[in-house]
C-alpha cells in the first residue's frame, strides 16, 4: 500500500500561489467525509500517480486521522502537461466500491498470426470489489484465440474473490474476424470503332464537306431529269 503525506490548506490561498511553492492543490472527501481543501507536493503526487493511477489504494497522512483513499481525479495542463489538482475519494473501511478497471492483453493470437483480425472492443471492466482486494489491472490472455469467431467475454475475466463483476457478462472484450482482401476493379477499355470519332472531339472542317458532298450531287442529278 502506498503512503501520501498532505496538508491541509488555507482557503484564502489561491491554486495559483500553491503552484508557484511547487505544491498541487487538492481535495479529499467520500461518502462519510466532508470535502477537505489540501496540497500535495507536485513532485511527489506526479510519481505517485504514475504508479497508482486510479485503482491503487493510497493511504493519506496529515489530514487528521489516517484515511485510505483513491486518486479519483486529476488536471493537467493542457500545454506543459504539469499536474494542476486532483481529487482524493476516501474509503468506507469494510465496504464494497464500485470502479472500472484497465484490462491488459497478454499472449499472442494463433488467428492472427493466421492473417486474422483480432478486435479489441473493452478496454476496462467494472466491478464492484473491497479495497484490500482492489486489483490496479486484470490481464485478458488473447493466446486462446485460434480461429475466426472465438472470442472472450467480461464473465471470462478472472477478478478476485471479492469482486463482483458490475459489466455485463456477456459483453465481448474481444473477438477475431477473418481478413478479407478488397479487391480493386481495373477500369474497363473500350476499343475504338474504326473511322468513330472520339465523344468530346469534333470532326475537322475538311471531313464535314466530304460527308455532305454526296447528297449535293443525288440533287443535281433529280433537276437534270
Do not use: C
Amino acid at each position: 500500500m502506498l503512503t501520501l503525506t498532505v496538508t491541509p490548506r488555507d482557503a484564502k490561498e489561491s491554486p495559483d500561489a500553491l503552484r508557484k511553492k511547487g505544491t498541487v492543490p487538492a481535495v479529499l472527501y467520500g461518502p462519510k467525509e466532508p470535502a477537505m481543501s489540501i496540497s500535495v507536493d507536485a513532485r511527489v503526487l506526479e510519481s505517485l500517480w504514475k504508479q497508482a493511477g486510479e485503482t491503487t489504494v493510497i493511504t493519506l497522512q496529515g489530514a487528521g486521522e489516517t484515511k485510505e483513499t483513491l486518486i479519483h481525479d486529476v488536471q493537467f495542463h493542457p500545454v506543459s502537461g504539469r499536474m494542476l489538482h486532483a481529487d482524493f475519494y476516501v474509503l468506507e473501511k469494510g465496504k464494497k466500491i464500485e470502479i472500472a478497471v484497465p484490462l491488459v492483453f497478454v499472449g499472442e493470437a494463433p488467428a492472427e498470426k493466421a492473417g486474422h483480425i483480432v478486435v479489441k472492443t473493452l478496454y476496462e471492466i467494472e466491478i464492484e470489489v473491497l479495497p484490500a482486494d482492489l486489483p490496479r489491472e486484470l490481464t485478458v490472455d488473447i493466446s486462446k484465440l485460434t480461429n475466426v469467431g472465438d472470442h472472450i467475454t467480461a464473465g471470462e475475466i478472472p477478478v478476485p474473490k471479492s469482486a463482483t463483476l458490475v459489466t455485463d457478462k456477456n459483453e465481448t472484450i474481444v473477438s477475431v474476424t477473418e481478413f478479407k482482401e478488397e479487391k480493386i476493379e481495373e477500369p474497363v477499355v473500350v476499343a475504338p470503332v474504326a473511322g468513330a470519332t472520339p465523344e468530346g472531339v469534333s470532326a475537322p472542317a475538311g471531313e464535314a464537306v466530304a460527308k455532305e458532298a454526296p447528297e449535293s450531287k443525288k440533287e443535281t442529278k433529280k433537276e437534270g431529269k
